[in-house]
């Protein structure tokens, strides 16, 4: 490509910039999107991405049911979601541009690669005539461009097989959007070089359909411009790009190490948290044991056994996963032991939308076990905040020794931002401390050991580990007596020991922080009340609306049980409560029910997160209302 | 080990009173275990007892060691977390047939095939105890029970059967009749670097009285107890008449040795890799009224589940240093913001 010459094209600049690319599962949209991203993190704007790609691993070809897309929004300035309609489509073939087309803004930028276009294809997208010849795309500006034939010229010298060769044309749909948005080059050669170095024709494919893409760009004359988005003014530090699930895995390694204690993790693959035990397997280095468990009951009976053994015993899973593992927690709660279980939540019921997002578990979180068997529950509200949310869970349950539940979903564990790196040495001090002799003098004298003898200020039992001597003592699920841990099946026991699980768990709402509130703090007409990975969408709807001179307050709530302990004093400060969720008003109806406060419900259960757009014309209707 | 503190049994008993019926198996084979553990080179904080629910998973609230009474079946994955993280342990695993073979079955072939090093005893009595006498994945075809008054319609489980096909290396048959039997073979599932399988049969007198009472009797064992001995000509009989031949169809039969001669009979070998010979002794009895194989079926040593895991660990601490978090949260592409 050495002989041609450049034209001179204009850069415009952008503040903000939201892309979705989208094709067959198996043209690489999610690798495309993930680069795209990258190179644009490395370039120094906010970016915040929502992957969406179908359950099944390679649905049937240039079906619509195959479309697997990936939205990013880059930025100039600080964002917290993946953008409401995206400015630019890029469809790899007829399905994606029929499946996608309802969510680009009008006017908006169509990429199509042409060679995908044939009738074949059509047919299979239910298409009855040509999308791109019968006008009804003249609402966006189309560019047609050829994108699997220019990749198989470009890389018929370089002795890769012709389908291998077409399997780079997403890198070069990479290639174009790179030099359209001016994206930088190098770090998406680099990264090709570094993944594909055992795979010397593929890096070489790739490589080559990547830059036949951006001279496509360069010198088809098809694009007036190229466009820019300059960096965007973070705080400063050193930034790295990350999704929920590996800052979530990251989190729990921290945990461990301020904690000085092992981490073991049984797990059973699940979407959309099998990234968490690909991560944690790869990390042995740091001591952390993965168990692949035949299945979910095992997993967290290992982690459970692991704990006992005085490990941090974790366990991550999604929906369908704690169904199974309900019993164990109840054991855990009667057991008192650390757990940590992991919900990455996805949409149900049943098998449900495996790859889709939802918030609906926080119903089974605080009441799906039998008896009463109360759990502290943890949610994490951003893929980067995934990381804290992690070493907060692990705290509560190893000082409290109790299990914890942390909830995730599929939108934070997929979704990547850029993450200002914490320093290490900042992070909480968790050393535990393990029982080493004995707690109790009987009558006559003798040092003894009750393993269910408490610490006063944490109402905590001693964390006793096999191998100690002196300490042997049995633990179990039938109730026992308090103190001594012996069986006991009287009446008054059991109520006493209901009572004390139930107070342990609330008593810890004195060592969890406050609620953080933002916006109109003092005087908002409206308090927008979260939990959860709608934080992103909440946060930018309530900054439109108080743009728009709109006195809105936004709280988010981390730490569902206990609640904050100024939970009940801020909901009942303003007068309108607007609670958005991602199932049917579950957190809605806690609030309700614990404050006696008129809240409103807001719920989206369609598999996908709110848009900011959605909630800000929901904030304006509830003030108007 | 040499300064393992000489105990007695007393100081492998806990003080809480024992609360199976009067009568049970049970009772019997907690003797032979507390018997046992001070011949064993242990120390009691190193010991731990895991079980699932039934009446014999009471039984780690009877030993004065560390102990987990967990939940129904799953005392093998509670044991296998436990294993996996603390290889210094000896860690048994106490269940009964419903326990272990029909809600958690799932987990003993998986902790049999993984070679977790576990001492597992199955207590088979034949019947659901503790919920009061249903039929069991163990009972005969036909049983009459609470749940089943026309019969039973299942067909059983042979719990040996099942561990060999499981891929388990040590596999064993005891009853609670004879002490010094259960203690041998107790050992020698102590002794073994692996999961190390264990069927006890046990009479539970409440529900399911004598149920191995015509092969366990006194005067029954010479006749119907076959008793495997590695490397010894399988022979039992009031006076060693009756032997044990492989025969062209590769099934175990019982044979008059006066008839074949003690060179056709079948030599136990133990240490063998194949298992198809155990797994035809495994068959050799339809039940608890045939000649039965007791004994060790099998023990094979082969690479031991947790070892393994730490042996990855390790690896990897030689391979690339100990974990260092903040090398790890800029592991991948970083950048500067001032």
């Known amino acids: 490509m050495t002989d041609t010459v450049p034209r001179t094209v204009g850069t415009r600049e952008l503040n903000r910039l939201v892309v979705r690319f989208a094709g067959d599962s198996g043209d690489g949209m999610q690798l495309t999107g993930d680069r795209f991203t990258s190179a644009s993190a490395l370039f120094g704007n906010d970016l915040a991405t929502l992957p969406e790609f179908p359950a099944e691993i390679r649905a049937p070809q240039g079906t619509l049911a195959g479309v697997s897309a990936f939205q990013v929004q880059v930025s100039d300035h600080d964002i917290t979601t993946p953008g409401d309609a995206p400015n630019v489509l890029v469809a790899m073939n007829p399905a994606a541009l029929r499946k996608e087309l309802a969510h680009l803004e009008i006017g908006g930028t169509v990429i199509v690669n042409q060679d995908a276009f044939v009738e074949r294809n059509l047919t299979k997208a239910g298409y009855e005539s040509d999308p791109l010849e019968d006008g009804s795309l003249d609402n966006y500006t189309l560019f047609k461009v050829p994108m699997t034939t220019i990749t198989k010229e470009v890389c018929k010298d370089l002795g890769v097989k012709p389908r291998d060769a077409e399997r780079s044309k997403n890198f070069f749909a990479l290639g174009l959007l790179s030099w359209l948005y001016s994206r930088p080059a190098q770090p998406t050669l680099d990264w090709i070089s570094a993944k594909f170095k055992r795979q010397q024709l593929i890096a070489d494919a790739n490589t080559a359909a990547f830059k036949a893409g951006m001279a496509f760009g360069e010198t088809a004359e098809l694009f007036d411009f190229t466009y820019e988005v300059k960096p965007a003014s973070l705080s400063p530090g050193t930034y790295t790009n990350v999704n929920g699930n590996t800052a979530l895995s990251w989190g729990l390694i921290a945990a461990s190490q301020r904690a000085k204690v092992p981490l073991f993790l049984g797990s059973y693959p699940i979407t959309p948290a099998s990234d968490v035990l690909h991560e944690l397997s790869q990390r042995k280095n740091f001591g952390v044991r993965t168990f692949q468990a035949e299945d979910e009951i095992a997993a967290v009976c290992a982690a459970l056994g692991a704990s006992f053994g005085g490990h941090l015993g974790v366990t991550t899973t999604s929906g369908p996963g704690v169904a199974l593992k309900g019993e164990t927690i109840g054991l855990a709660v009667s057991l008192e032991l650390p757990l940590l279980v992991i919900n990455i939540q996805r949409g149900g019921p049943s098998t449900g939308l495996p790859t889709k997002t939802e918030s609906a578990d926080l119903m089974q979180a605080m009441y799906g076990r039998h008896g009463e068997s109360p759990v502290p529950i943890v949610a994490a509200y951003s893929p980067s905040q995934c990381f804290f949310a992690a070493i907060e869970a692990a705290r509560i349950a190893l000082k409290y020794r109790t299990p914890v539940i942390l909830l995730s979903d599929g939108y934070l564990a997929n979704g990547s931002e850029p993450w200002c790196l914490p320093d290490v040495s900042t992070l909480p001090d968790m050393t535990v401390e393990f029982a080493t002799g004995p707690n109790h003098t009987e009558d006559d004298g003798t040092e003894v050991f009750w393993p269910y003898l408490r610490d006063p200020q944490t109402m905590a039992r001693p964390w006793a580990v096999p191998g100690t001597p002196g300490l042997t003592h049995r633990i179990g699920g039938i109730e026992k007596e308090d103190g001594t841990g012996n069986i006991n099946y009287e009446a008054d026991n059991h109520g006493y020991m209901v009572r004390l699980r139930e107070d342990r768990v609330a008593h810890m709402a004195n060592d969890i922080p406050l609620t953080m509130v933002d916006g109109d703090v003092e005087d908002a007409d409206l308090l927008v009340l ?20 709109r006195k809105v307050a936004h ?71 | 080990m040499t300064d393992v503190p000489t105990t007695t049994k ?80 000896d860690v048994w695993v106490v269940g009964g047939d419903g326990d272990m073979l029909s809600i958690g079955g799932n987990h003993l072939l998986h902790a049999l095939r993984r070679n977790v090093n576990l001492n597992i005893l199955l207590f088979n009595n034949q ?212």
């Open chain 1, 530 to 549: 979260g939990w959860g990975s709608t934080w992103g969408a909440i946060t930018s709807a309530v900054g439109r609306a108080r743009s728009e001179g």
């Open chain 1, 555 to 625: 709280a988010h709530v981390t730490h569902l049980n206990p609640l904050p302990k100024d939970l009940g004093e801020i909901v009942r400060r303003y007068p309108k409560v607007l609670v958005p969720e991602m199932n049917l008003g579950q957190f809605c109806r806690i609030i309700r029910a614990e404050f006696l406060v008129d809240a409103q419900s807001v719920c989206k259960v369609e598999g996908v997160p709110f848009t900011a757009a959605e909630l800000h014309s929901h904030i304006n209707g509830a003030l108007d209302d």
């Open chain 2, 10 to 89: 007393a100081d492998w008993t806990s003080d809480q009173e024992v609360r199976w019926c009067p009568g049970c198996g049970d009772y019997s084979i907690l003797t032979a275990v507390q018997l046992l553990m001070p011949e064993l080179d242990v120390r009691r904080e190193d010991t731990v007892f895991v079980s699932g629910i039934g009446c014999a998973a009471r039984f780690p609230y009877y030993m004065n060691t560390y102990g987990m009474h967990g939940i129904h079946g799953r005392a093998p994955a509670l044991a296998t977390g436990l294993a996996m993280a603390r290889p210094d342990l």
């Open chain 2, 127 to 338: 019947i659901y105890g503790l919920t009061k006498g249903q039929y069991s994945p163990t009972s005969e075809i036909g049983k009459v029970t609470k749940s089943t008054p026309a019969g039973s319609i299942d067909e059983p489980f042979n719990p040996i059967s099942v561990a060999i096909g499981a891929e388990a290396s040590f596999v064993a048959r005891t009853h609670d009749m004879d002490r010094q039997h259960m203690m041998d073979m107790f050992r020698r599932a102590h002794d073994f670097p692996g999961a190390a399988f264990v069927e006890v049969f046990q009479n539970c007198n409440v529900f399911n009285d004598g149920a191995f009472g015509a092969i366990t009797k006194k005067d029954k064992r010479a006749s119907m107890l076959i008793h495997l001995e590695h490397g010894q000509p399988i022979r039992f009989g009031e006076d060693n008449e009756k032997g044990v031949v492989i025969n062209p169809q590769g099934s175990a039969e019982v044979v008059d040795v006066a008839d074949v001669g003690e060179s056709a009979l079948l030599v136990h070998d133990e240490a063998r890799q194949d298992p198809s010979l155990a797994f035809a002794l495994s068959r050799l009895s339809a039940g608890p009224f045939e000649p039965t194989p007791i004994g060790v079926y099998r023990a094979v040593e082969r690479a031991e589940y947790a070892g393994e895991a730490s042996k990855q660990l390790a690896m990897a601490q030689e391979q690339t240093g100990p974990g260092d978090l903040e090398a790890l949260l800029h592991s991948r592409p970083t950048w500067e913001v001032s």
